[in-house]
Protein backbone atom coordinates (compact mmCIF):
# COMPACT_ATOMS: atom_id res chain seq x y z
CA UNK A 1 0.00 0.00 0.00
CA UNK A 2 1.32 3.34 -0.52
CA UNK A 3 1.80 6.03 1.48
CA UNK A 4 -1.00 7.84 0.07
CA UNK A 5 -3.04 5.16 0.82
CA UNK A 6 -2.09 4.83 4.37
CA UNK A 7 -5.07 5.25 7.03
CA UNK A 8 -4.11 9.19 8.15
CA UNK A 9 -4.18 9.55 12.00
CA UNK A 10 -6.18 9.65 14.05
CA UNK A 11 -6.07 6.32 15.02
CA UNK A 12 -8.98 4.07 16.73
CA UNK A 13 -8.78 4.16 20.78
CA UNK A 14 -10.15 1.08 22.15
CA UNK A 15 -10.19 -0.39 25.49
CA UNK A 16 -10.86 -4.39 25.22
CA UNK A 17 -11.81 -6.04 28.91
CA UNK A 18 -13.04 -10.03 30.04
CA UNK A 19 -16.31 -9.85 32.52
CA UNK A 20 -18.37 -12.82 33.20
CA UNK A 21 -22.16 -13.29 32.80
CA UNK A 22 -24.08 -14.56 36.22
CA UNK A 23 -24.37 -17.83 34.03
CA UNK A 24 -20.62 -18.12 33.96
CA UNK A 25 -20.07 -17.68 30.41
CA UNK A 26 -17.10 -14.99 29.64
CA UNK A 27 -17.48 -12.06 27.29
CA UNK A 28 -15.05 -9.40 25.77
CA UNK A 29 -15.71 -5.73 26.17
CA UNK A 30 -14.39 -3.25 23.64
CA UNK A 31 -14.92 0.31 24.07
CA UNK A 32 -13.83 3.67 22.34
CA UNK A 33 -13.70 5.31 19.32
CA UNK A 34 -13.54 3.85 15.84
CA UNK A 35 -12.37 6.54 12.90
CA UNK A 36 -14.28 7.25 10.06
CA UNK A 37 -12.60 7.99 6.68
CA UNK A 38 -13.79 8.92 3.65
CA UNK A 39 -12.02 8.05 0.00
CA UNK A 40 -10.83 11.43 -1.19
CA UNK A 41 -10.52 11.86 -4.96
CA UNK A 42 -8.72 14.96 -7.03
CA UNK A 43 -9.70 15.10 -10.96
CA UNK A 44 -10.46 11.61 -10.57
CA UNK A 45 -7.47 10.62 -8.75
CA UNK A 46 -7.73 8.64 -5.55
CA UNK A 47 -5.86 10.66 -2.87
CA UNK A 48 -6.00 8.50 -0.28
CA UNK A 49 -8.20 8.61 2.93
CA UNK A 50 -9.10 11.49 4.98
CA UNK A 51 -10.87 10.94 8.60
CA UNK A 52 -13.98 13.07 9.31
CA UNK A 53 -15.37 11.21 12.23
CA UNK A 54 -14.41 9.18 15.75
CA UNK A 55 -17.37 7.27 16.44
CA UNK A 56 -17.71 6.09 20.03
CA UNK A 57 -19.17 2.43 20.31
CA UNK A 58 -18.81 -0.27 22.82
CA UNK A 59 -18.98 -3.69 21.63
CA UNK A 60 -19.50 -7.07 23.61
CA UNK A 61 -18.94 -10.83 22.11
CA UNK A 62 -19.02 -13.83 23.50
CA UNK A 63 -16.05 -15.96 24.23
CA UNK A 64 -15.75 -19.30 22.44
CA UNK A 65 -18.40 -18.84 20.20
CA UNK A 66 -18.57 -19.88 16.34
CA UNK A 67 -19.10 -16.60 14.37
CA UNK A 68 -20.82 -18.27 11.59
CA UNK A 69 -23.46 -18.94 13.86
CA UNK A 70 -23.71 -16.12 16.73
CA UNK A 71 -25.74 -13.34 15.74
CA UNK A 72 -24.74 -9.96 16.39
CA UNK A 73 -26.96 -7.11 17.12
CA UNK A 74 -26.28 -2.92 16.11
CA UNK A 75 -28.14 -0.84 18.58
CA UNK A 76 -28.71 2.61 19.26
CA UNK A 77 -31.76 5.07 20.22
CA UNK A 78 -32.59 8.13 18.52
CA UNK A 79 -33.21 11.79 19.35
CA UNK A 80 -31.85 13.08 17.31
CA UNK A 81 -28.77 13.80 19.50
CA UNK A 82 -29.32 10.92 22.06
CA UNK A 83 -26.58 8.52 22.56
CA UNK A 84 -26.95 4.56 22.96
CA UNK A 85 -27.05 4.92 26.59
CA UNK A 86 -31.00 3.99 27.06
CA UNK A 87 -30.62 0.41 25.44
CA UNK A 88 -27.40 -0.30 26.42
CA UNK A 89 -28.04 0.34 30.18
CA UNK A 90 -31.67 -0.23 30.21
CA UNK A 91 -31.99 -3.57 28.55
CA UNK A 92 -30.13 -5.41 26.15
CA UNK A 93 -26.72 -4.82 27.90
CA UNK A 94 -25.23 -7.10 30.37
CA UNK A 95 -24.88 -4.81 33.12
CA UNK A 96 -28.13 -2.27 33.61
CA UNK A 97 -29.76 0.61 35.63
CA UNK A 98 -31.34 0.31 38.72
CA UNK A 99 -33.28 3.14 39.45
CA UNK A 100 -36.76 2.67 40.72
CA UNK A 101 -40.28 3.24 38.71
CA UNK A 102 -43.23 5.52 38.82
CA UNK A 103 -44.12 6.82 41.90
CA UNK A 104 -41.01 4.86 43.69
CA UNK A 105 -38.13 6.33 42.37
CA UNK A 106 -34.54 5.77 44.08
CA UNK A 107 -32.66 8.68 45.31
CA UNK A 108 -29.30 8.93 43.69
CA UNK A 109 -26.26 7.28 42.90
CA UNK A 110 -28.65 4.95 42.31
CA UNK A 111 -27.35 1.41 40.91
CA UNK A 112 -25.56 -0.44 38.62
CA UNK A 113 -25.89 -4.53 38.37
CA UNK A 114 -26.05 -7.62 36.24
CA UNK A 115 -28.46 -7.97 33.89
CA UNK A 116 -29.48 -11.45 33.93
CA UNK A 117 -31.79 -10.54 31.09
CA UNK A 118 -29.27 -8.94 28.80
CA UNK A 119 -29.71 -9.77 25.33
CA UNK A 120 -25.74 -10.90 24.88
CA UNK A 121 -27.38 -14.56 26.17
CA UNK A 122 -28.07 -14.80 22.33
CA UNK A 123 -26.22 -12.36 20.34
CA UNK A 124 -23.60 -10.42 20.44
CA UNK A 125 -24.08 -6.43 20.57
CA UNK A 126 -22.58 -3.79 19.45
CA UNK A 127 -23.73 -0.21 20.31
CA UNK A 128 -23.47 2.89 18.37
CA UNK A 129 -22.93 6.76 19.36
CA UNK A 130 -23.82 8.75 16.67
CA UNK A 131 -21.62 11.73 15.74
CA UNK A 132 -21.55 14.41 18.92
CA UNK A 133 -23.69 11.83 20.90
CA UNK A 134 -21.58 10.19 24.10
CA UNK A 135 -17.92 10.39 22.83
CA UNK A 136 -18.49 10.24 19.08
CA UNK A 137 -16.97 14.07 17.46
CA UNK A 138 -15.99 15.29 14.04
CA UNK A 139 -12.46 14.72 13.24
CA UNK A 140 -10.36 17.65 14.07
CA UNK A 141 -10.63 20.27 11.51
CA UNK A 142 -13.85 18.51 10.08
CA UNK A 143 -17.51 19.84 10.61
CA UNK A 144 -20.23 18.03 12.09
CA UNK A 145 -22.97 19.29 10.05
CA UNK A 146 -22.86 16.47 7.41
CA UNK A 147 -24.03 14.21 10.12
CA UNK A 148 -26.98 16.09 11.43
CA UNK A 149 -29.47 15.21 9.11
CA UNK A 150 -30.78 12.29 7.76
CA UNK A 151 -28.71 11.02 5.11
CA UNK A 152 -25.23 11.74 6.74
CA UNK A 153 -26.56 10.08 9.93
CA UNK A 154 -27.70 6.68 8.13
CA UNK A 155 -24.49 6.67 6.07
CA UNK A 156 -21.98 7.01 9.05
CA UNK A 157 -23.79 4.66 11.15
CA UNK A 158 -23.87 2.31 8.21
CA UNK A 159 -20.40 2.85 7.72
CA UNK A 160 -19.28 1.89 11.35
CA UNK A 161 -22.15 -1.19 10.82
CA UNK A 162 -19.79 -1.98 7.49
CA UNK A 163 -16.33 -1.60 9.48
CA UNK A 164 -17.44 -3.39 12.54
CA UNK A 165 -18.42 -6.32 10.45
CA UNK A 166 -15.79 -6.77 8.26
CA UNK A 167 -12.69 -6.49 10.71
CA UNK A 168 -14.30 -8.59 13.31
CA UNK A 169 -14.76 -11.34 10.52
CA UNK A 170 -18.95 -10.98 10.81
CA UNK A 171 -20.17 -11.17 7.38
CA UNK A 172 -21.61 -14.76 7.54
CA UNK A 173 -23.12 -14.14 10.99
CA UNK A 174 -26.98 -13.75 11.61
CA UNK A 175 -27.04 -9.49 12.07
CA UNK A 176 -30.14 -7.06 13.41
CA UNK A 177 -30.71 -3.69 14.20
CA UNK A 178 -31.99 -2.19 17.00
CA UNK A 179 -33.04 1.46 17.33
CA UNK A 180 -35.40 3.20 19.64
CA UNK A 181 -37.33 6.27 18.68
CA UNK A 182 -35.92 8.21 16.57
CA UNK A 183 -33.52 5.46 16.27
CA UNK A 184 -36.53 3.46 14.59
CA UNK A 185 -35.73 6.06 11.17
CA UNK A 186 -32.16 5.47 11.54
CA UNK A 187 -32.94 1.45 11.62
CA UNK A 188 -35.31 1.49 9.05
CA UNK A 189 -33.59 3.44 6.61
CA UNK A 190 -29.99 1.68 7.49
CA UNK A 191 -31.93 -1.68 6.51
CA UNK A 192 -32.14 -0.50 2.59
CA UNK A 193 -28.99 1.51 2.91
CA UNK A 194 -26.95 -1.16 3.91
CA UNK A 195 -28.37 -4.19 1.53
CA UNK A 196 -28.13 -1.49 -1.48
CA UNK A 197 -24.91 0.21 -0.73
CA UNK A 198 -22.77 -2.79 0.72
CA UNK A 199 -25.23 -6.05 -0.10
CA UNK A 200 -25.11 -6.56 3.84
CA UNK A 201 -28.38 -8.08 4.21
CA UNK A 202 -29.77 -7.88 7.81
CA UNK A 203 -31.85 -10.87 9.46
CA UNK A 204 -34.39 -8.49 11.32
CA UNK A 205 -34.63 -4.98 12.60
CA UNK A 206 -36.00 -4.23 15.98
CA UNK A 207 -38.15 -1.07 16.30
CA UNK A 208 -38.77 0.00 19.76
CA UNK A 209 -40.69 2.95 20.37
CA UNK A 210 -41.23 3.40 16.68
CA UNK A 211 -42.00 6.27 14.77
CA UNK A 212 -41.88 5.68 10.84
CA UNK A 213 -43.87 7.73 9.72
CA UNK A 214 -43.46 11.93 11.27
CA UNK A 215 -47.26 12.86 9.72
CA UNK A 216 -48.50 10.10 12.37
CA UNK A 217 -47.62 13.38 14.99
CA UNK A 218 -47.53 16.17 13.63
CA UNK A 219 -50.44 18.50 14.85
CA UNK A 220 -51.28 20.75 12.62
CA UNK A 221 -53.55 22.76 10.54
CA UNK A 222 -55.07 20.60 8.23
CA UNK A 223 -53.36 16.62 9.83
CA UNK A 224 -56.24 15.49 11.69
CA UNK A 225 -54.78 12.32 11.95
CA UNK A 226 -52.61 12.84 14.84
CA UNK A 227 -55.20 13.53 17.01
CA UNK A 228 -57.40 10.56 16.12
CA UNK A 229 -53.81 7.88 16.67
CA UNK A 230 -52.89 9.70 19.70
CA UNK A 231 -56.63 9.02 21.58
CA UNK A 232 -55.59 5.23 22.54
CA UNK A 233 -52.37 6.79 24.48
CA UNK A 234 -54.43 9.44 26.32
CA UNK A 235 -57.05 6.49 27.17
CA UNK A 236 -54.21 4.45 28.58
CA UNK A 237 -52.84 7.20 31.00
CA UNK A 238 -56.13 8.38 31.93
CA UNK A 239 -56.57 4.97 32.44
CA UNK A 240 -53.36 4.53 34.67
CA UNK A 241 -54.34 7.87 36.78
CA UNK A 242 -57.81 6.25 37.82
CA UNK A 243 -59.71 7.87 35.29
CA UNK A 244 -61.62 5.16 34.34
CA UNK A 245 -62.49 3.44 37.50
CA UNK A 246 -62.10 -0.23 37.68
CA UNK A 247 -62.43 -0.92 33.60
CA UNK A 248 -59.88 -3.29 32.28
CA UNK A 249 -57.05 -1.40 30.53
CA UNK A 250 -58.27 -3.55 27.47
CA UNK A 251 -61.25 -2.45 27.17
CA UNK A 252 -60.49 0.72 27.43
CA UNK A 253 -58.09 0.45 24.78
CA UNK A 254 -60.40 -1.41 22.10
CA UNK A 255 -63.25 1.31 22.99
CA UNK A 256 -60.65 4.45 22.22
CA UNK A 257 -59.02 2.31 19.31
CA UNK A 258 -62.66 1.86 17.67
CA UNK A 259 -63.54 5.39 18.00
CA UNK A 260 -59.93 6.93 16.39
CA UNK A 261 -59.79 4.38 13.43
CA UNK A 262 -63.90 5.48 12.60
CA UNK A 263 -65.86 8.48 14.34
CA UNK A 264 -62.70 10.54 15.51
CA UNK A 265 -61.71 10.67 12.47
CA UNK A 266 -65.55 11.73 10.83
CA UNK A 267 -65.94 13.68 13.52
CA UNK A 268 -63.00 15.96 12.74
CA UNK A 269 -63.42 15.74 9.00
CA UNK A 270 -66.78 17.01 9.33
CA UNK A 271 -65.63 20.06 10.85
CA UNK A 272 -68.52 22.81 11.19
CA UNK A 273 -70.84 20.53 9.41
CA UNK A 274 -71.84 18.47 12.37
CA UNK A 275 -74.92 19.28 14.15
CA UNK A 276 -74.69 20.24 17.59
CA UNK A 277 -76.33 16.79 18.44
CA UNK A 278 -73.09 15.19 16.94
CA UNK A 279 -70.84 17.47 17.84
CA UNK A 280 -72.21 17.25 21.53
CA UNK A 281 -71.64 12.97 21.31
CA UNK A 282 -68.39 13.36 20.18
CA UNK A 283 -67.12 16.11 22.67
CA UNK A 284 -68.46 13.76 25.34
CA UNK A 285 -66.96 10.42 23.83
CA UNK A 286 -63.67 12.02 23.60
CA UNK A 287 -63.31 13.79 27.44
CA UNK A 288 -64.59 10.45 28.53
CA UNK A 289 -62.01 8.55 26.43
CA UNK A 290 -59.42 11.27 27.14
CA UNK A 291 -60.13 11.60 30.66
CA UNK A 292 -60.40 15.49 29.97
CA UNK A 293 -63.26 17.39 30.82
CA UNK A 294 -66.14 18.22 27.88
CA UNK A 295 -65.31 21.98 28.09
CA UNK A 296 -62.07 21.54 27.56
CA UNK A 297 -62.59 18.97 24.71
CA UNK A 298 -64.83 21.61 23.78
CA UNK A 299 -63.01 24.31 23.56
CA UNK A 300 -60.24 22.80 21.62
CA UNK A 301 -62.24 22.02 19.08
CA UNK A 302 -62.07 18.30 19.65
CA UNK A 303 -58.75 18.00 18.73
CA UNK A 304 -55.97 17.60 21.93
CA UNK A 305 -52.61 18.59 21.58
CA UNK A 306 -50.47 16.23 23.11
CA UNK A 307 -48.28 18.34 25.28
CA UNK A 308 -51.45 20.30 26.69
CA UNK A 309 -52.96 16.88 27.12
CA UNK A 310 -49.89 16.02 29.74
CA UNK A 311 -50.33 19.12 31.08
CA UNK A 312 -54.36 19.57 31.64
CA UNK A 313 -55.46 15.61 32.73
CA UNK A 314 -54.37 16.32 36.61
CA UNK A 315 -54.41 19.70 36.63
CA UNK A 316 -57.02 19.52 39.42
CA UNK A 317 -54.35 18.07 41.19
CA UNK A 318 -51.77 21.02 40.23
CA UNK A 319 -49.71 17.59 38.64
CA UNK A 320 -48.70 17.43 34.86
CA UNK A 321 -47.77 13.57 33.32
CA UNK A 322 -44.56 12.76 31.62
CA UNK A 323 -44.66 12.82 27.67
CA UNK A 324 -42.20 9.89 27.52
CA UNK A 325 -43.95 7.94 30.05
CA UNK A 326 -47.53 9.15 31.51
CA UNK A 327 -46.94 6.64 34.30
CA UNK A 328 -44.78 9.34 35.75
CA UNK A 329 -45.51 12.74 37.22
CA UNK A 330 -44.54 15.99 38.22
CA UNK A 331 -45.39 19.78 39.20
CA UNK A 332 -44.77 22.44 37.74
CA UNK A 333 -44.10 25.99 38.81
CA UNK A 334 -47.50 27.49 37.14
CA UNK A 335 -50.14 25.10 37.66
CA UNK A 336 -52.67 27.13 35.14
CA UNK A 337 -49.97 27.10 32.21
CA UNK A 338 -50.99 25.98 28.47
CA UNK A 339 -47.95 24.26 28.30
CA UNK A 340 -45.95 21.98 31.20
CA UNK A 341 -42.04 23.30 31.33
CA UNK A 342 -40.40 20.14 31.88
CA UNK A 343 -41.11 16.25 30.91
CA UNK A 344 -41.60 14.99 34.77
CA UNK A 345 -40.29 11.17 33.10
CA UNK A 346 -37.24 12.78 31.16
CA UNK A 347 -36.32 13.96 34.47
CA UNK A 348 -36.37 10.63 36.20
CA UNK A 349 -34.17 8.59 33.94
CA UNK A 350 -31.86 11.18 32.95
CA UNK A 351 -29.72 11.40 36.22
CA UNK A 352 -29.50 7.35 36.87
CA UNK A 353 -28.48 6.33 33.37
CA UNK A 354 -25.95 9.31 33.41
CA UNK A 355 -24.23 8.84 36.45
CA UNK A 356 -23.97 4.50 35.44
CA UNK A 357 -22.74 5.57 31.87
CA UNK A 358 -19.96 7.65 33.20
CA UNK A 359 -18.99 5.09 36.32
CA UNK A 360 -19.39 2.08 33.91
CA UNK A 361 -17.51 3.29 30.52
CA UNK A 362 -14.08 4.52 33.11
CA UNK A 363 -14.28 2.44 36.49
CA UNK A 364 -15.69 -1.61 34.99
CA UNK A 365 -14.75 -1.18 31.17
CA UNK A 366 -11.03 0.94 31.36
CA UNK A 367 -12.14 4.07 29.06
CA UNK A 368 -10.91 7.64 30.02
CA UNK A 369 -12.13 10.40 28.41
CA UNK A 370 -12.23 13.70 29.88
CA UNK A 371 -15.00 14.88 27.31
CA UNK A 372 -18.68 14.94 28.40
CA UNK A 373 -20.29 12.00 27.78
CA UNK A 374 -23.22 13.31 25.48
CA UNK A 375 -26.23 11.43 26.48
CA UNK A 376 -28.35 13.80 25.22
CA UNK A 377 -27.31 16.63 23.58
CA UNK A 378 -28.80 19.73 21.22
CA UNK A 379 -25.94 19.86 18.96
CA UNK A 380 -26.89 18.12 16.52
CA UNK A 381 -29.96 20.82 16.18
CA UNK A 382 -31.02 22.11 13.45
CA UNK A 383 -31.62 18.67 12.36
CA UNK A 384 -31.52 18.63 8.32
CA UNK A 385 -34.55 16.66 6.68
CA UNK A 386 -33.61 18.02 3.37
CA UNK A 387 -34.29 15.17 1.40
CA UNK A 388 -38.05 15.07 2.17
CA UNK A 389 -38.29 19.12 1.14
CA UNK A 390 -41.97 19.14 -0.13
CA UNK A 391 -43.44 15.64 2.07
CA UNK A 392 -43.69 14.44 5.41
CA UNK A 393 -40.73 12.50 6.95
CA UNK A 394 -41.56 8.78 6.09
CA UNK A 395 -39.17 5.93 5.85
CA UNK A 396 -42.26 3.62 5.79
CA UNK A 397 -41.21 3.06 2.17
CA UNK A 398 -37.41 2.15 3.29
CA UNK A 399 -38.71 -0.22 4.95
CA UNK A 400 -40.60 -1.82 2.60
CA UNK A 401 -37.92 -1.47 -0.09
CA UNK A 402 -35.91 -3.61 2.26
CA UNK A 403 -38.11 -6.23 3.09
CA UNK A 404 -39.14 -6.54 -0.59
CA UNK A 405 -35.31 -7.34 -1.54
CA UNK A 406 -35.05 -9.44 0.88
CA UNK A 407 -37.93 -11.44 2.06
CA UNK A 408 -36.72 -12.97 5.18
CA UNK A 409 -35.68 -9.70 6.80
CA UNK A 410 -38.13 -9.93 9.83
CA UNK A 411 -39.66 -6.85 12.06
CA UNK A 412 -40.01 -6.42 15.66
CA UNK A 413 -42.47 -3.67 16.97
CA UNK A 414 -42.32 -2.89 20.87
CA UNK A 415 -44.77 -0.63 21.87
CA UNK A 416 -45.19 1.17 25.39
CA UNK A 417 -49.27 1.89 25.89
CA UNK A 418 -47.98 5.17 28.12
CA UNK A 419 -45.86 6.28 25.60
CA UNK A 420 -46.83 9.71 24.50
CA UNK A 421 -43.69 10.61 22.90
CA UNK A 422 -44.61 7.10 19.67
CA UNK A 423 -47.82 6.29 20.45
CA UNK A 424 -48.72 2.65 19.99
CA UNK A 425 -51.52 3.19 17.89
CA UNK A 426 -49.57 5.28 15.38
CA UNK A 427 -46.89 2.96 14.49
CA UNK A 428 -49.77 0.27 14.06
CA UNK A 429 -51.04 2.85 11.53
CA UNK A 430 -47.88 3.55 9.77
CA UNK A 431 -46.91 -0.45 9.76
CA UNK A 432 -50.29 -1.05 8.10
CA UNK A 433 -49.23 1.05 5.03
CA UNK A 434 -45.96 -1.09 4.43
CA UNK A 435 -45.54 -1.62 1.13
CA UNK A 436 -45.13 -5.18 0.93
CA UNK A 437 -47.25 -8.65 -0.45
CA UNK A 438 -49.52 -9.59 1.51
CA UNK A 439 -46.86 -13.08 1.97
CA UNK A 440 -44.55 -10.84 3.75
CA UNK A 441 -47.19 -9.17 6.01
CA UNK A 442 -46.49 -12.27 8.82
CA UNK A 443 -42.73 -10.92 9.08
CA UNK A 444 -43.94 -8.05 11.09
CA UNK A 445 -44.45 -8.90 14.98
CA UNK A 446 -45.82 -6.02 17.54
CA UNK A 447 -45.33 -6.67 21.64
CA UNK A 448 -46.85 -4.25 23.99
CA UNK A 449 -46.24 -3.01 27.34
CA UNK A 450 -47.90 -1.46 30.00
CA UNK A 451 -44.93 1.33 30.19
CA UNK A 452 -43.94 4.12 28.47
CA UNK A 453 -41.03 5.19 25.91
CA UNK A 454 -38.68 3.44 27.48
CA UNK A 455 -40.46 0.51 28.84
CA UNK A 456 -37.94 -1.21 30.31
CA UNK A 457 -37.78 1.40 33.25
CA UNK A 458 -40.84 -0.71 34.20
CA UNK A 459 -39.53 -4.31 35.99
CA UNK A 460 -42.42 -6.17 34.77
CA UNK A 461 -41.97 -5.14 31.56
CA UNK A 462 -38.28 -5.04 31.22
CA UNK A 463 -38.07 -8.78 32.14
CA UNK A 464 -41.13 -9.46 29.43
CA UNK A 465 -39.37 -7.16 26.43
CA UNK A 466 -35.88 -8.98 26.96
CA UNK A 467 -37.89 -12.28 26.60
CA UNK A 468 -39.63 -10.79 23.48
CA UNK A 469 -36.43 -9.76 21.80
CA UNK A 470 -34.29 -12.89 22.30
CA UNK A 471 -37.05 -15.28 20.92
CA UNK A 472 -37.15 -12.63 18.32
CA UNK A 473 -32.99 -13.63 17.15
CA UNK A 474 -33.97 -16.93 17.64
CA UNK A 475 -36.13 -16.96 15.31
CA UNK A 476 -39.20 -17.77 17.60
CA UNK A 477 -42.72 -17.10 17.08
CA UNK A 478 -44.49 -15.79 20.00
Known sequence: MSEATQ??????????????????????????????????FTD???????PKAEMF??????????????PVTFAFNGGPGSSSVWLHLGVLGPRRVVMGDAGSLLPPPYGLVDNEESLLAVSDLVFIDPVSTGYSRAAEGE??????????????????IRLWTTRNGRWMSPKFLAGESYGTVRAAALADHLQSRYGLYPNGVMLISSVLDYITGEFNEGNDLAYALYLPTYAAIAHYHGLHGDRPLADVLREAEGYA?????????????????????????????????????????????????FTELLRSRKQVVGRLDGRFTGWDPDAGREHFTADPSMDAIMGPYSSA?????????????????????????????????????????????????NRHLRVHVACGYHDGATPYYAAEHALAHLPVPPELEGNVEFKYYEAGHMMYVHEPSRVRQSADLAAFVLGQQG
Not at 44 to 50: I, M, P, S
Not at 379 to 393: D, I, L, M, N, T
Open 357 to 405: LNHYLRTELGYANDLPYEVLTSRVWPWSFKEFEGAHVSVVGRLGAAMRA
Open 143 to 160: KAEPYHGFTGDVESVGEI
Open 261 to 309: ERDYLWALARGNRLTPEERAAAVARIAALSGLSEEYVDRVDLRIEHIRF
Open 44 to 50: GKFDGLR
Open 7 to 40: PAPPADNLITTSHTLPSGQRYTATTGTMVLREEV
Open 57 to 70: VTSYTLDGAEPLSR
